[in-house]
């Protein structure tokens, strides 16, 4: 019998058309488990896309892909077959009128009957889809929402790291134990084929790795984690490029904004539950944006260990806002369900319209109880 990693080549090596995609709201290490995957797949020969709802953003230490698209494009044909065993075709044209499109097919003799036509669909462009870092089919947002026909049909290959994954696809390969999904596909790729790496793949690998770990300051961090950097490294991935362009290189506005953001932190007694506020007046001392918060939250991460959950309050135009971010096995949606949150198990936003004050005081208290429920 097959072991797993075994069951994804031997469906990778039966495939002719290979669809990679992941979830909508994906970080660094998704991305770059992707690009890694893609990399990885053309060297086999395979055709392969990349498709996601998630922004390509251009980082330095990833290579530059093409084939990247944000929604499912020419996915099966519409096809009208003529049957011709009767009548030759003479003169075709077609035209394309406000709420249809006519063919006009004359005959050099005699003539077509409605019997003579039929009509069906082509088979799926994609003969296999690989699932990374994403937790449900849901996560792939409109790619999956417009098409899931595709999704039930066409084997799916589910790779990731999280214990939230529904075990979806049709070969599950989940590791639990793994810092990241990039880590997850070093050993997948070393177990096939080592020596198919090169800079650009060992580079996507490592830059996940490092992305999950904090450069290696988290508690995810194992052996195994470590052994799989020490190689890329030794393969010739850009670790300096990666950390750099990662970690050495916050803006000083929005160092500032992180000065803000310390100097108002609050926290439980037992450091487990992180938050602060920030006014609309320090994003405009600061000249920063709402988006400039997510690296607020990952230098939080970095700098206090200890902290399973992070809460930001913050003030918009006309109301205001939150982000909740839980760094170990806990759902944010649950923390913020009181207040219709959106978002992930990892992350969530929502808004009030309670002023910045009234709101911490009932925003704290409401997730402190809802984490007084979680099993120790």
């Known amino acids: 019998m097959l072991n797993s990693e075994e069951q994804i080549f031997n469906q990778i090596d039966k495939s002719n058309n290979i669809l990679i995609s992941f979830k909508r709201d994906g970080d660094i290490d998704t991305l770059a488990s992707a690009f890694a995957f893609y990399l990885y797949i053309k060297k086999l020969g395979k055709k392969v896309c990349l498709v996601s709802e998630m922004e390509n953003k251009h980082y330095d230490f990833l290579p530059r892909l093409d084939n990247f698209k944000n929604s499912l494009q020419d996915l099966r044909s519409f096809i009208i077959s003529l049957d011709l065993s009767s009548t030759e075709v003479g003169e075709i044209k077609y035209e394309k009128n406000e709420k249809s499109l006519d063919f006009i097919i004359n005959p050099k003799n005699g003539f077509f009957t409605k019997e003579d036509v039929k ?83 060992a580079t996507a690998l490592l830059s996940g790795i490092i992305f999950k770990t904090r450069n290696f300051k988290t508690g995810n961090i194992t052996p195994r984690s470590l052994n799989a950097a020490s190689q890329l490294i030794e393969i010739g991935a850009f670790r300096e490029k990666i950390v750099k362009s990662l970690y050495r290189s916050l803006s000083i506005n929005i160092l500032k904004l992180w000065g803000r953001t310390l100097a108002r932190l609050s926290s439980s007694s037992d450091k487990k539950l992180v938050w602060s506020l920030l006014t609309q007046n320090d994003f405009l001392k600061t000249e920063t944006k709402e988006e400039d918060l997510r690296e607020v939250i990952d230098e939080l991460i970095i700098n206090i ?72």
């Open 119 to 201: 009509i069906k669909s082509s088979d799926f462009k994609y003969d296999l889809i690989i699932s990374l870092d994403t937790p449900d089919l849901d996560s792939l947002g409109k790619i999956y929402e417009e098409d899931p026909e595709f999704f039930y049909q066409i084997p799916i290959i589910n790779i990731d790291h999280h214990a939230q994954n529904e075990q979806f696809g049709q070969i599950n390969y989940v590791e639990l134990t793994a810092s990241s999904t990039t880590e997850i596909l070093f050993y997948l790729f070393s177990s096939h084929n080592i020596e198919l790496f090169d800079e650009n793949i």
């Open 305 to 376: 260990p200890q902290a399973e959950i992070i809460v930001l309050i913050y003030e918009s135009e006309k109301e205001t806002k939150c982000i909740i971010k839980s760094t170990k096995n806990i759902n944010a949606l649950d923390l913020g369900k009181k207040y219709n949150a959106i978002g992930n198990r990892n992350l969530v936003e929502f808004k009030t319209k309670k002023n910045i004050g009234d709101a911490e005081i009932e925003i704290i208290k409401n997730i402190s109880a809802e984490i007084e429920k979680l099993p120790n």
